[in-house]
Nanobody
């Protein structure tokens, strides 16, 4: 069982910055991909950024140059630094982990794991 807990959301003015954090806990030996998704009111959930283990980061076009994803494999954490925030960035941000190897059995679980989300509101 893998649990993901996000933190760092809140209210920020346009042009401001926020840093989201996500901690993965459970019997984890390795996580293939960690990332962030978001869902704005009335819209579908969309990928914001992803960080494959040993691979290249990927960003949505709408956040390139403003957001930076990073991860700490030793701590099973992923971060999202969000700069130059815009009102259209307002959404619930979800942490995602895909492809987890159990530290107990070394079984590979290819499913997606999700956090409960943290609300980011960009408004003056």
């Amino acid at each position: 069982q893998v649990q993901l807990v996000e933190s760092g959301g809140g209210l920020v003015q346009p042009g401001g910055s926020l840093r989201l954090s996500c901690a993965a806990s459970g019997s984890i030996a390795r996580i293939n991909t960690m990332g962030w998704y978001r869902q704005a009111p009335g819209k579908e959930r969309e990928l914001v950024a992803s960080f494959p283990s040993g691979g290249r980061t990927k960003y949505a076009d709408s956040v390139k140059g403003r957001f930076t994803i990073s991860r700490d494999n030793a701590k099973n954490m992923v971060y999202l630094q969000m700069n130059s925030l815009k009102p259209e960035d307002t959404a619930v941000y979800y942490c995602n982990a895909q492809g987890v190897v159990s530290s107990e059995t070394y079984t590979y679980y290819g499913m997606d794991y999700w956090g409960e989300g943290t609300l980011v509101t960009v408004s003056s």
